[in-house]
Nanobody, 116 residues
Framework: QVQLVESGGGLVQPGGSLRLSCAAS????????MNWYRQAPGKERELVAG????????TYADSVKGRFTIFRDNAKNTVYLQMNNLKPEDTAVYSC?????????WGKGTPVTVSS
């Protein structure tokens, strides 16, 4: 059974940091690109960051470049999103996604609220 389980969200003040984790099971994690998406209330889901199967290539939304870092540990079947200098506009539910030609798996998400 495929599972993607996110953790690490919460309430943080502007300028603070959080590290999100997504633990994967039920498929060969190291074969697939992993992405982090977010969806804020009343807005469409957007791609925040992506990382290739072996971590050699990463991509970021312009809005998070220089603040967020995506990385993965294939030995632990886990992908991370380190978020620094958080802003109120980063408030959203963050979900991880496993992407491939033959798969498209989603976690349920973890909420992040940036507020003073």
């Amino acid at each position: 059974q495929v599972q993607l389980v996110e953790s690490g969200g919460g309430l943080v003040q502007p300028g603070g940091s959080l590290r999100l984790s997504c633990a994967a099971s039920g498929f060969t994690f190291s074969n697939y690109r992993m992405n982090w998406y977010r969806q804020a209330p009343g807005k469409e889901r957007e791609l925040v960051a992506g990382i290739s199967a072996y971590g050699g290539t990463t991509t970021y939304a312009d809005s998070v470049k220089g603040r967020f870092t995506i990385f993965r540990d294939n030995a632990k079947n886990t992908v991370y999103l380190q978020m620094n200098n958080l802003k109120p506009e980063d408030t959203a539910v963050y979900s991880c996604n496993a992407q491939g030609v033959d798969i498209n798996y989603w976690g349920k998400g973890t909420p992040v609220t940036v507020s003073s």
